[in-house]
């Protein structure tokens, strides 16, 4: 079984200021975690995967994110939020070795103020 | 160009007349996957295939059908549509199956149903 939660449903930062998304995950195996983006009337972009290697894991648009095992956490970060960063995250979580099932996370709302 | 195409954009229907939503990707991948979008409720896979011939459910498959004749195309079929379908509509492909795979998206279907 697995799940996971995007523990606060929106987010609201000054452009300039950093970023933080947070996820946290439930898996009984060993999980791939990602992050994806969706800008409005847009379908999904992958940001970021975690799959067992490095646990920190950098990718587009100077996201990066790092994978917490003791903590069960997988968090988004970014250190000077742009105008163009406003979007919907999804965190997501699978099953490494198969693709039988991604489970989703709610999504968090980041808006980003003048 | 590489992308997943979905058919329509929009569909307003009433209940229960049969509709498909197509989907189809040139990408020769071998995991395509079906999902539904609701406020707050983030995104919850309908169903998914690991490849030509092989389908399976996915958290919610009621009232919905699908088929893999094809590599390339992975229609979803509402035999019987109820307001509670009302919903947007991503399809997703892979190139494997493996859970570690990076989704190409379709831009949606906003689906109505009245």
């Known amino acids: 079984a697995q799940s996971v939660t995007q523990l606060d449903s929106h987010v609201s930062v000054s452009e300039g200021t950093p970023v933080l998304l947070r996820c946290n995950y439930s898996?009984?195996?060993?999980?791939?975690l990602f992050w994806y983006v969706q800008h409005p009337n847009k379908g999904l972009q992958l940001l970021l995967k975690?799959?067992?290697?490095?646990?920190l894991v950098k990718g587009i648009n100077g996201f990066e994110a790092e994978f917490k095992k003791s903590e069960t956490s997988f968090h988004l970060t970014k250190p000077s939020a742009h105008m163009s960063d406003a979007a919907e995250y999804f965190c997501?979580?699978?099953?490494?070795?198969?693709?039988?099932?991604?489970?989703f996370g709610t999504g968090t709302r980041l808006q980003v103020t003048l | 160009e590489a992308q997943v195409t979905q058919n329509p954009r929009y569909l307003i229907t009433v209940t229960g007349k049969k509709l498909t939503v197509t989907c189809s990707q040139n990408?020769?991948?071998?995991?395509m996957s079906w999902y539904r979008q609701d406020p707050g409720l983030g995104l919850r896979q309908i169903y998914y295939?690991?490849?030509?011939?092989?389908?399976d459910k996915g958290d919610v498959p009621e009232g919905y059908k699908v088929s893999r004749k094809e590599k390339r195309n992975f229609p979803l079929i509402l035999e019987s549509p109820s307001p509670n379908q009302t919903s947007l509509y991503f399809c997703?492909?892979?190139?494997?199956?493996?859970?570690?795979?990076?989704?190409?998206f379709g831009s949606g279907t906003q689906l109505s149903v009245l």
């Open positions: 997703a492909s892979s190139p494997r199956a493996t859970g570690s795979e990076k989704l190409f």
């Open positions: 898996s009984s195996y060993s999980p791939s």
């Open positions: 975690y799959t067992s290697a490095a646990t």
């Open positions: 997501v979580v699978s099953r490494a070795g198969t693709a039988s099932k991604l489970t």
């Open positions: 990408m020769n991948h071998e995991y």
């Open positions: 295939s690991m490849n030509v011939e092989v389908t």
